[in-house]
């Protein structure tokens, strides 16, 4: 029987959920987070600069919540410039509405908020959320996701008994909007002035290299337990080896999907991509441990940064962190990465989001239906301005978002006639989208002509990394494809010189960003986006939020433009039309709450 408190809690709880979502009842739990988007002063290489956090946290608070929740996110921004937030490798199941990315979504103006609303849908894993306009990501702005299992499908592993979040990047103490500045006039961005883990800077390792006084990390931890390690790289540009002094990695899932479980030394993890680790607590302790992020493919011979250093503790350690680092594989061994990168794979009997094992998904049967080889290629001037291009061509981000274009049938916007091949012809600035085959099955290429790493991400979907070598990709090439249990993820590294294919179910209808999470090739226009539509059902995707910000040419729309600060939920056509059921929800509590008093 439920008190009269509880029916109370239970009918505003209620409202708010008709309030901010328009949905009556729900069969999966909500979680529900108000967010403060701001700048806050910190140091975390010694010097004094702007960094963003959020709540008043550098880095973000950490979403935790398990497969098929619900999840409003109130986001105010309290930054002088707009803002929007993606959800790294979060799907968006036919809701691209909320994927936080230029072509998706109007920008939050400087003091305005916005509310998120998704369901991690038939998903599980470790990712990130980020702030994607203007660089911004480079200040800040980013926290970890944790979509656990349900109850009723087990881990493929035992249960850690700690589940740590890590955080490693490149770090420039220069200004965001200098960074800015440079990556327009360079095309690119010179070496960064060190390696944060988890927003701090280096322990003092070396006395020559690291000042006194920079906060580190330290990681306390039990002797004897296992614990999990979600470790992101949330860098500008930099490839990094993850290592921690005498002790093993064991991967166990990358970006929502549980892989071969496999012991390694160390981990090279590429720009935006995510991995998970058990690890236990088997030494003896006689002092603590490095946790070492240090850069790849970097001339690490002139390397004279501090290299991100943090501490493992446990909590019967005899003494502090002392001695040489541990030792970085060898820089110019690309080899060696690469292998290490096909060494990762898919645990197809493991069951993730659903019961059904992974390996369910026979992904090396299904008929290839369409075939992009997408080129990269230096900055290059485009219209007396470096640029960078996919396929000669270099994005250009229309002032109406591709989605509210879709909507609202704007002609002009967009194209959707991008090449499946480089041109014969000057790069050129376009807005040109890929007419993606709803339900196809799209088998796409990366060839790299630079001379850096890149990492390329897909939203609203996992492809499978079915290969990658050095050299040109050919049709020959797809004799060494792995037809089998190539990993599933969201982002992927290309080599330089070289060539990774993956493959892809087109079966989430929307608008989706394809891009390089380096962030001076995304800025300067290494992106496009994947237009997938249900021809059979107009109503296969999840409809327009009624908070939609309407921007370019659909402003004239947003009537309440000069008011609209202070709230972000549906609009007062939609609580209006609630009114009835908030009526009918008081009547029944109060006659429930009358029969139980």
């Known amino acids: 029987m439920l008190s009269s408190s509880s029916y109370s809690f239970f009918f505003f ?19 529900f987070l108000d967010w403060r988007v701001s700048y806050l002063t910190g140091s975390p290489l010694g010097v004094k600069q702007q960094v963003i956090g959020i709540n008043g946290q550098f880095p973000g608070p950490i979403l935790n919540v398990t497969t098929n929740w619900n999840v409003v996110v109130n986001v105010k921004n309290d930054l002088d410039e707009p803002l929007l937030i993606t959800w790294n490798g979060l799907q968006h199941r036919k809701n691209s509405w909320q994927d936080g990315v230029s072509g998706t979504n109007c920008p939050i103006p400087a003091g305005w908020n916005w509310t998120y609303q998704f369901q991690v849908k038939d998903q599980i894993g470790s990712f990130f959320y980020f702030p994607t306009l203007n660089f ?6 980013f926290g970890g996701i944790i979509v656990n299992n349900r109850d009723v499908i087990p881990l493929p592993f035992g249960l850690p008994d700690g589940d740590i979040t890590i955080f490693i990047g490149d770090w420039y103490t220069k200004s965001l909007k200098k960074l800015r500045e440079e990556v327009e006039d360079e095309g690119e961005l010179g070496a960064p002035d060190g390696i944060l883990i988890n927003g701090l800077g280096p322990y003092r390792y070396d006395q020559d290299l690291v000042p006194e006084g920079i906060p580190f990390e330290v990681i306390n931890v039990e002797p004897g337990k296992t614990y999990r390690l979600r470790v992101h790289n949330v860098g500008v540009s930099t490839s990094l080896n993850f290592r921690i002094q005498n002790h093993n990695l064991l991967l166990v899932e990358t970006e929502g999907s549980y892989t ?8 090279d993890i590429h720009v935006g991509q995510s991995y998970s680790f058990l690890m236990t607590m088997d030494q003896n302790a006689t002092s603590d441990y490095y946790i ?15 290299v991100g250093v943090a501490v493992l503790h446990y909590s019967n350690s005899m003494g502090p962190a002392s001695g040489p680092l541990p030792n970085p594989p060898n820089e110019n061994d690309v080899f060696t990465s690469m292998n290490q990168a096909r060494s990762i794979r898919w645990n197809v009997t493991a069951s993730g989001a659903r019961p059904n094992p992974q390996g369910s998904f026979k992904y090396g049967q299904i008929t290839v239906t369409d075939v992009y080889v997408i080129l990269s290629r230096p900055p290059e001037l485009i219209d007396g301005k470096l640029r960078t291009a996919l396929n000669g061509i270099s994005y250009f981000s229309p002032s109406t978002p591709l989605k509210l274009a879709q909507q609202f049938s704007l002609p002009g916007v967009y194209k959707l006639d991008f090449p499946n091949k480089i041109m014969n012809r000057p790069p050129k600035l376009d807005t040109s989208l890929i007419n993606g085959t709803f339900k196809g099955f799209m088998e796409i290429i990366f060839q790299n002509n630079n001379t850096a790493v890149h990492s390329y991400h897909l939203d609203g979907y996992a492809f499978f990394v079915v290969g990658m070598d050095f050299g040109l990709w050919t049709e020959n090439s797809r004799g060494t494809y792995n037809k089998w249990d190539g990993v599933a993820r969201s982002t992927v590294q290309v ?9 892809v179910s087109l079966d989430n209808s929307g608008i989706w960003n394809l891009r390089a999470e380096n962030l001076d090739a995304w800025y300067l226009g290494q992106e496009l986006y994947l237009s997938v539509i249900n021809p059979e059902k107009d109503t ?18 947003q009537n309440d433009q000069a008011h609209r600060v202070n709230f972000s939920g549906a609009s007062l056509i939609s609580i209006g039309s609630n009114i009835f059921l908030i009526n009918l929800l008081m009547a029944v509590l109060a006659l429930s709450a009358s029969r139980h008093s």
């Open 292 to 306: 070492v992020a240090s850069p790849r493919f970097s001339n690490a011979s002139s390397w004279r940064k501090p």
């Open 13 to 31: 709880g209620l409202v708010r959920l008709l309030f901010l979502s328009g949905h009556c009842f729900a069969a999966d739990p909500f979680v």
């Open 540 to 557: 296969d995707e999840m409809a327009m939020p009624a908070n939609t910000i309407y921007c370019g040419a659909l402003s004239p729309l």
């Open 260 to 267: 071969n479980q496999q012991l390694y030394t160390d981990m």
């Open 495 to 503: 080599f330089p010189g070289a060539w990774t294919a993956i493959l």
């Open 136 to 141: 911004q990501r480079a200040a800040g702005g």
